[in-house]
C-alpha cells in the first residue's frame, strides 16, 4: 500500500514539473533592450518582443532586475501619457513587442555608477509560465537626459 502510493506520489510530481517546464517553454523572448530615461535622471526602459507559442494565454505579472535598490514597474503609454498597469497580456499562439510610445518596463534607482554598455539581468514574471531570465546592455547615455 505504502509503495503504491509513493509511485502515485512520484507520477504527480513529474507530472506537474512536466507541465511547468511546457509552459515555461511557450514563452519566448527576443531582442532585448534597454535605454536610460531621456526625462528621469534615475530611471531606465526595457523593451523585447515576447512570444506565446503556447494554446493558452499567459501575462507578464512582475520583473525584477540585479541592482539592488531598483524598482521595476510595469507600463503602457497611450494618448502621450504614461502609466503603470497590473499586467501585459500575451495572447496565445501570439506576440507582443514591449517598445517606445508603448507597452514597456521602468527602472527606477538606477545607480549613477551604470552606463551605456553595462550588462543589466532581468527576471521577467509569467503568470502562467513562471520566471524567465534574460540580459541586455543599455543602449544609451546619460548625457542624452534632457534636463
Known amino acids: ?3 503504491r502510493l509513493l509511485i502515485i506520489v512520484l507520477i504527480l510530481a513529474m507530472t506537474i514539473f512536466l507541465v511547468g517546464e511546457t509552459l515555461a517553454s511557450n514563452i519566448i523572448i527576443e531582442d ?5 530615461s531621456p526625462k528621469i ?5 526595457v523593451f523585447m518582443k515576447i512570444r506565446n507559442k503556447g494554446t ?3 501575462f507578464l505579472i512582475d520583473s525584477r532586475v540585479n541592482i539592488k535598490g531598483v524598482r521595476t514597474e510595469l ?6 501619457r504614461m502609466f503603470q498597469i497590473e499586467r501585459i497580456p500575451i495572447p496565445a499562439k501570439s506576440s507582443i513587442e514591449l517598445k517606445r510610445g508603448g507597452l514597456h518596463i521602468m527602472l527606477f534607482g538606477l545607480p549613477l555608477e551604470i552606463k551605456e554598455g553595462d550588462e543589466i539581468i532581468v527576471t521577467l514574471i509569467f503568470e502562467k509560465a513562471g520566471e524567465k531570465v534574460v540580459k541586455f546592455n543599455i543602449k544609451s547615455s546619460r548625457k542624452d537626459i534632457v534636463k
Open 75 to 80: 507600463h503602457d503609454v497611450k494618448d502621450g
Open 56 to 58: 493558452e494565454d499567459d
Open 41 to 45: 535622471p534615475d530611471a531606465g526602459a
Open 1 to 3: 500500500m505504502v509503495k
Open 32 to 36: 532585448v533592450s534597454g535605454i536610460f
